[in-house]
């Protein structure tokens, strides 16, 4: 049964949101947290796995060393202050997919805190503008994943009403990266949007750290949001509910609004919040009860004894700075200014995930117009298609980069150059090896090209009256003939020249 909600803009006359985003990172080492297992996405499930990872009595971790630099890198990214010295704490806790029935993470010493990242949020559909949000950091730190339930027989996928469920080990002792933002307030109306730009600025941030897949879809950055309600002129923070595990930016930006709602509609019926846990549904767009939500206190943390102490050195904390690339925010301003795209052109790059492609497409010859025509269009819709990332279509940029070079060469007009195309995504080749086995270029020859004319112009009276008759855009009607006759391989550009020449027609076509 549905929660009784308001609406959203009726609960903001009466509320103020704070959020709080703890955001899980996968890290893309080779190997888990605290062994040597594979970390292979899609591996078969219970194939890697070893007794450090199922718990087995008597086996010892080791922390990964790999893991500790990139916690490091991500936490001078976000302006966090660098823990001298941390330790591990076991967080006591039944997790049925945890079979050591403890999770090995950080609590009051993590290896980052302190920190902020500015985040940009766009302007909306309603026309409010955009602007900047700072998030401020309370801790990053690190830990590992538990296993991942399978829940079989039900017809929700949970639990509740499954008759049986199975366990895959392979996730558990992924290092994760677990980012806490300190209460976020002041965002009023525009909270679900800070909160979906946030974590697609971190996310963004994360993939130019290469320190993550960064795919949501397999679960490589879930975010859980916390949402709680003031009464408006009140300071005092109130009871938060926490949504587990939201995996894509457009349901994070929905389950902080569902709750805002949620929460005003029992606080206006004069009910208090129960702080527990809730789960996002997709498919309707709501928030069902999990669990009730323990306090730290609850977890009985205690120091991990069989670890030691992470202690970076300050000469290894400054060399890992020295390796941050650029900010993803200001990489895009400089290069939205050095490609001259607008801001809705550069918003659809960004949206596509096109930005890394374009750069190097440009980089490989391609003319930034041409780069984001090809990448944000037919690519684009061919990846929508098929379910996969545009750079999963075995196109290149320097395929890319060569086909526009047959474009402005004239070899190719753009329908010929799509075909092409179809031909590299098929895998028969490079752009000029499809051209060349398809006998696709631009016929050259002024010759067959006034002859293809004259006969379209023979046999189209009408049309022809039209034009002398000062409706010149009715060449349009005569190209597309001299196309037809000529099986695509003519230029358009020249056969509206010859059309409107040997009409003794002057004039642009309009």
Not at 70 to 93: E, H, M, P, T, V
Not at 283 to 298: L, M, V
Request: one cysteine or more.
């Amino acid at each position: 049964m549905n929660d009784t909600t308001v609406p959203y803009e009726e609960a903001l006359t009466r509320y103020e949101p704070a959020m709080g985003l703890e955001v899980h990172v996968e890290l893309s080492t080779a190997t888990k947290m605290f062994c040597g297992c594979a970390t292979e996405f899609g591996a078969e499930p219970n194939t890697q796995t070893c007794p450090v990872c199922l718990g087995l009595p008597g086996a010892l971790p080791v922390v990964n060393g790999a893991a500790v630099e990139s916690a490091i890198r991500i936490g001078l990214a976000l302006n966090c202050q660098i823990a001298q010295w941390c330790r591990f704490a076991r967080k006591n806790y039944f997790y049925p997919d945890m079979p050591k029935n403890f999770q090995t993470s950080q609590y009051d010493e993590p290896i980052a805190f302190d920190g902020w990242l500015d985040v940009e949020v766009p302007a909306n559909e309603a026309g409010e503008p955009a602007f900047t949000f700072r998030v401020e950091i309370e801790r990053a730190h690190m830990e590992e994943d538990t296993g991942k339930s399978t829940h079989m027989g039900g017809a929700t996928g949970r639990i509740h009403g499954a008759e049986y469920s199975v366990v895959d080990y392979n996730r558990a002792g992924i290092p994760l990266i677990e980012i806490v933002t300190k209460p976020l307030l002041g965002a009023g109306e525009r909270a679900p949007e800070v909160a979906r730009a946030y974590v697609s600025v971190l996310r963004d941030l994360l993939r130019a750290l290469d320190v993550t897949h960064g795919r949501m879809e397999q679960g490589n950055i879930r975010c859980d949001a916390n949402v709680s309600l003031m009464p408006i002129g009140s300071e005092v923070l109130g009871t938060r509910t926490e949504t587990k595990n939201v995996n894509s930016l457009r349901s994070i930006e929905r389950a902080v609004r569902y709750e805002i709602t949620r929460h005003a509609a029992v606080l206006d019926a004069g009910r208090s919040i129960l702080q527990e846990t809730r789960h996002w549904h997709e498919d309707t767009g709501i928030t069902t009860s999990g669990r009730p939500k323990s306090d730290a206190d609850d977890y009985r943390y205690f120091p991990e004894p069989d670890l030691v102490p992470v202690a970076p050195s300050r000469e290894e904390v400054e060399r890992l700075r020295a390796t941050l690339p650029e900010d993803p925010a200001q990489r895009r301003r400089r290069l939205q200014s050095d490609w001259g795209y607008s801001d809705l052109e550069m918003r659809d790059v960004v949206n596509a995930g096109a930005v890394e492609v374009i750069e190097e497409t440009v980089a490989a010859g391609a003319s930034p117009a041409a780069a984001r025509k090809w990448w944000t269009g037919d690519l684009a819709r061919r990846a929508n298609a098929d379910g996969v990332a545009v750079t999963d279509l075995g196109v290149t940029p320097a395929h890319i980069a060569e086909l526009d070079g047959l474009v402005t060469g004239g070899r190719l007009n753009d329908s010929m150059a799509r075909l092409v195309l179809d031909g590299v995504v098929a895998g028969e080749g490079g752009p000029t090896q499809v051209a060349d086995a398809h006998g696709l270029e631009l016929v050259q020859d002024d010759g067959a090209l006034q002859a293809a004319v004259e006969a379209v112009i023979a046999s189209n009276a009408g049309v022809v009256e039209k034009i002398r008759g000062g409706k010149v855009q009715a060449v349009g009607a005569l190209i597309g003939q001299v196309m037809k006759e000529m099986r695509g391989q003519a230029d358009a550009a020249r056969a509206r020249e010859l059309i409107l020449a040997t009409l003794g027609v002057e004039g642009e076509v309009g």
